[in-house]
């Protein structure tokens, strides 16, 4: 059932709907129910609510994050490095968070560690979007995570500019824990 409702692709606009289908039924309402839920908790957080982040898109492979220039703006009228690397770490940590939701395991996910690239400056609206390093990495994740309790992925994310290239480059472990609660 993950495998169907991760190849499903849900795009959404500047709000998620706080009605979202149920997790359960089709892939489609499965992915729109999980980015609702992150886009809940996302607003949570007030220092990520003051970015004015949203879920854009989700494809199981990658996980696209949103978030205004003119939220994210520095003295230079282009967007902040903090919020670039903000939006980095949270679309890859959102990757993770949507992944093991999906599989229906409960867990906290953690940056263990990242290093960022800042590549060039971003004029225009910010998109970040994350993957795992290696394509099939969840499975093995899921697996350890389920027998050890505690898990570590590798996650690679990017801030892309329309022109072309990228803002930035993020590389990270993210790593996942039992509730502690």
């Known amino acids: 059932m993950m495998e169907a409702a991760t190849r499903a692709s849900v795009q959404l606009g500047t709000t998620v709907a706080h ?43 990658a996980l696209k994050l949103a978030a205004p220039l003119a939220a994210n703006i520095n003295d230079k009228g282009c967007a902040f490095g903090g919020s ?16 093991l939701q999906l599989a229906g395991l409960a867990a906290e996910v953690f940056v263990a560690d990242s290093q960022v690239k800042y590549i060039a400056p971003l004029y225009e609206d910010l998109v970040a979007e994350a993957a795992p390093v290696e394509v099939d990495a969840f499975a093995a994740f899921a697996d350890t995570l ?28 993210f790593v996942a824990m039992r509730p502690m609660r």
């Open 146 to 173: 389920q027998r050890h309790g505690k898990a570590r992925i590798q996650m690679r994310a990017r801030v892309p500019m329309r022109a072309g290239g990228e803002a930035a480059v993020l590389s990270g472990r």
């Open 19 to 61: 009605d979202a289908p149920a997790a359960g039924g089709h892939p489609d309402d499965r992915i729109a129910a999980a980015l609702a839920q992150l886009a809940l908790h996302l607003r949570k957080m007030p220092p990520v609510a003051a970015l004015a982040v949203r879920p854009l898109a989700f494809d199981g492979r």
């Open 84 to 99: 670039l690397c903000g939006m980095m770490t949270l679309a890859a940590w959102g990757w993770v968070t949507l992944h």
